[in-house]
């Protein structure tokens, strides 16, 4: 596509449901970024994939966060058991290959009542 | 620790002014620093900056990095009210960690 695809824009859920996010990449990007950014707060890295693998986990806040990629193309983001602290804007970047420049996609703005 | 600190944290100016911003760092094996604009969601990328004293310049935007010193800036000219965003400071760590500074919250009065 044109540019990096997020969904949903906006998700509002309940305390200690699970919520998946997607994330369509740049037709050709191999390498996909996913951050987390907090009202007032800077991006947090939480995990980075080159392909299908995600060579450091080690930026996901806990347990309850997991991602996947397949087919070198859409990543999911899953949060199990959301909690309150979760509710964040979270932003899906794409590159091509390990070259610096990041493209971004919207970001999916999650709010955990 | 590695960490990106920006300033000023917000900046007010009028139309026509210029203003810098300010990003210095502490990582290890530091890779490159890059400039972003976030107006609402999505951050759009300015500049990438990984050799010292090397001014880039696009339109009115114009950055430096001093790999000595550790620190990047960000000069805007003749300010529009378009520029008022969050101007975030980025640096890339190794081969794929990126460490964000808190950004620049730029306001420009008509």
């Known amino acids: 596509g044109a540019g990096v695809s997020q969904s949903p824009s906006n998700k509002v859920t309940e305390k200690g449901k699970d919520v998946e996010l997607r994330c369509d990449p740049i037709?050709?990007?191999?390498?996909l970024y996913w951050y987390r950014q907090s009202l007032g707060q800077g991006l947090e890295f939480l995990i980075y994939?080159?392909?299908?693998?995600?060579?450091?986990k080690s930026g996901l806040p806990s347990d309850r966060f997991s991602a996947e990629r397949t087919g070198g193309s859409v990543s999911t983001l899953t949060i199990q058991r959301t909690q309150q602290e979760d509710s964040a804007v979270y932003l899906c970047?794409?590159?091509?290959?390990?070259?610096?420049?990041?493209?971004f996609g919207p970001g999916t703005r999650l709010l955990v009542l | 620790e590695d960490k990106v600190v920006q300033s000023p944290l917000s900046l007010v100016v009028h139309e026509g002014d210029t203003v810098t911003l300010n990003c210095s760092y502490e990582?290890?094996?530091?890779?490159?620093l890059l400039w972003y604009k976030q107006e609402k969601k999505a951050p759009t990328f300015l500049f990438m900056l990984?050799?010292?004293?090397i001014e880039k310049k696009s339109g009115r935007l114009s950055s430096i990095l001093d790999k000595k010193e550790l620190f990047s800036i960000l000069n805007i000219t003749a300010t529009q009210t378009g520029d008022s965003a969050v101007y975030l400071c980025?640096?890339?760590?190794?081969?794929?960690?990126?460490?964000f500074g808190t950004g620049t919250r730029l306001k420009v009065l008509a």
């Open positions: 970047a794409s590159s091509f290959g390990r070259q610096e420049t990041q493209y």
């Open positions: 037709s050709g990007h191999t390498a």
């Open positions: 994939f080159q392909g299908n693998s995600a060579p450091d």
């Open positions: 990582v290890t094996n530091f890779r490159s």
């Open positions: 990984t050799s010292s004293g």
């Open positions: 980025a640096v890339v760590s190794g081969t794929y960690k990126y460490i």
